[in-house]
């Protein structure tokens, strides 16, 4: 099975950079993704990682230790849009289309 | 391409009503999800199809719920007699290798049972 942890609640300041983190114990690994989910929204895509390392998008950035069943999502020159809740999911190795998804961490930006 | 697309957005009914929603993957997606979300236990994943077949309802909360997907284009989920607790916003989501399967959402319809 799957078990994936993530902090409930963070809070950033507008401007500044923020990191959260995710982490997972698996039976098997194929993928991590990012998504994120406004209140009141659908959750939308924002990465994938399938190999260590950091991936950068603009200001969001991903970054995969597979050793260490880690990950983090970095999102830097904080904008109250970003305002959001952030959830991680493992995709399943044995069913590839299936993913397992986190809690989801509720990030405030205050000005 | 229209996204995953879901009907209705928003539906209040009566408390033993059948509620049916529906779903319109994304065309070529082979993987279909149905979702369940609520503030006290978050995203529940209630049942997936792969290829219009069901591989796994074991997160479907009971028999009152059921789910079919007739075809490639299209699903729905019935929940009868509905409760009161049932109130919810419901995704459904699909994916395909061409994405490696990260989902792609629709907008979801927020159900209320009174």
């Known amino acids: 099975g799957q078990n994936i942890d993530q902090p409930t609640e963070m809070t950033a300041t507008e401007g500044a950079i923020v990191q959260i983190n995710c982490t997972y114990q698996?039976?098997?690994?194929?993928?991590l993704f990012w998504y994120q989910q406004h209140a009141g929204e659908a959750p939308t895509f924002l990465s994938y990682n399938v190999l260590d390392g950091l991936e950068e998008k603009g200001r969001f950035s991903s970054f995969l230790s597979r050793s260490k069943g880690y990950s983090y999502l970095l999102l830097k020159e904080l904008q109250m849009k970003d305002s959001a809740s952030y959830l991680c999911?493992?995709?399943?190795?044995?069913?590839?289309?299936?993913?397992?998804f986190g809690d989801g961490t509720t990030l405030t930006v205050k000005p | 391409d229209a996204g995953v697309i879901q009907s209705p957005r928003h539906e209040v009914t009566e408390m033993g009503q059948e509620v049916t929603l529906r779903c319109k993957p994304i065309?070529?997606?082979?993987?279909l999800f149905w979702y369940r979300q609520t503030m006290m236990r978050g995203l529940e994943l209630l049942i997936y199809f792969n290829n219009n077949v069901p591989i796994d309802d074991s997160g479907m909360p009971e028999d009152r719920f059921s789910a079919k997907m007739p075809n490639a284009s299209f699903s729905t989920l019935k929940i009868q007699p509905s409760e009161p607790r049932d109130s919810a916003v419901y995704f459904c989501?699909?994916?395909?290798?061409?994405?490696?399967?990260?989902?792609?959402f629709g907008s979801g319809t927020r159900l209320t049972v009174v």
């Open positions: 698996t039976s098997g690994f194929n993928g």
């Open positions: 999911a493992v995709r399943d190795r044995t069913n590839a289309g299936k993913s397992t």
């Open positions: 989501a699909s994916s395909s290798p061409t994405s490696n399967y990260g989902y792609t």
């Open positions: 065309s070529g997606h082979d993987y």
